[in-house]
């Protein structure tokens, strides 16, 4: 797919989202002013990385990953030598849910959707999943489900998924904001990251 291509269908996903009033995260947006977080990156790139919601800062700017929890997503692109514009990075559910808590079930049904067109479009060789929601929603889509384990045995392995555009490798990964309230467990996530090297 053409760049100029990719750029059309993905802003058309942003439009819908903007216009998406029947999402029950809807009314809690525009009560907060918020924004829905669609993504940011390069619409070529070969990694996606993909977390699960956005928080206050993300809401706030439209961009993924901008507060303190992005600061340590930097830290580990930087870790790698992984420029961030090289990259795409998005959520699994692109508005903010109530109080950053987690995203429930009927959001993740609601929102998917839009990130397995993401995924369509971009094409990427490696999705890199923070968290486990993330996680979990991949493996699923992507027909792992027998190789779903929990997230702190799953982190920093490598799995093998066949989509419509060929292969895809997915690299479980902890949540970024770990780090921010474990700075002893980035040591963790720089060792984790270190997969994605031979694909770079």
Same mark, same amino acid.
């Given at each position: 797919?053409?760049?100029?291509? /990719? ?10 989202? $903007? ?9 809690? #947006? ?10 940011? *990156?390069? &619409? ?6 993909? *977390?699960?919601?956005? *928080?206050?800062?993300?809401? @706030?700017?439209?961009? =993924? ?7 340590? $997503?930097?830290?580990?692109? /930087? ?13 699994? %559910? ?17 929102? *998917?959707?839009?990130?397995?067109? @993401? ?12 968290? #486990?929601?993330?996680? @979990? ?17 799953? &982190? ?15 690299? =479980? ?6 780090? %921010?309230?474990?700075?002893? $467990? ?15």
């Amino acid at each position: 797919m053409k760049n100029s291509e /990719a750029t059309e269908k993905l802003r058309a996903i942003r439009d819908e989202l $903007l216009a998406f009033t029947t999402s029950p995260l809807y009314s809690y #947006r525009t009560k907060n002013h918020y924004l829905p977080v669609v993504g940011e *990156g390069s &619409h070529e790139a070969s990694i996606m990385f993909i *977390g699960e919601a956005p *928080g206050r800062n993300e809401a @706030q700017t439209g961009r =993924p990953f901008c507060g303190m929890a992005g600061k340590i $997503l930097d830290e580990l692109l /930087a870790h790698i030598n992984l420029d961030r514009k090289s990259v795409y990075i998005t959520n699994i %559910v692109k508005d903010r849910p109530p109080e950053n808590r987690d995203p429930t079930p009927e959001e993740i049904v609601v929102y *998917g959707p839009f990130l397995d067109r @993401q995924i369509e479009i971009i094409k990427p060789k490696v999705i890199a999943t923070l968290g #486990r929601f993330s996680m @979990q929603y991949i493996m699923e889509h992507l027909d792992l489900s027998l190789h779903i384990e929990p997230i702190s045995i799953a &982190h920093g392995k490598l799995y093998t998924a066949n989509v419509s555009y060929g292969k895809v490798e997915v690299v =479980p990964l902890y949540h970024p904001a770990s780090a %921010v309230y474990s700075r002893a $467990l980035l040591p963790i996530h720089k060792k984790d990251i270190e997969i994605l090297k031979q694909f770079i």
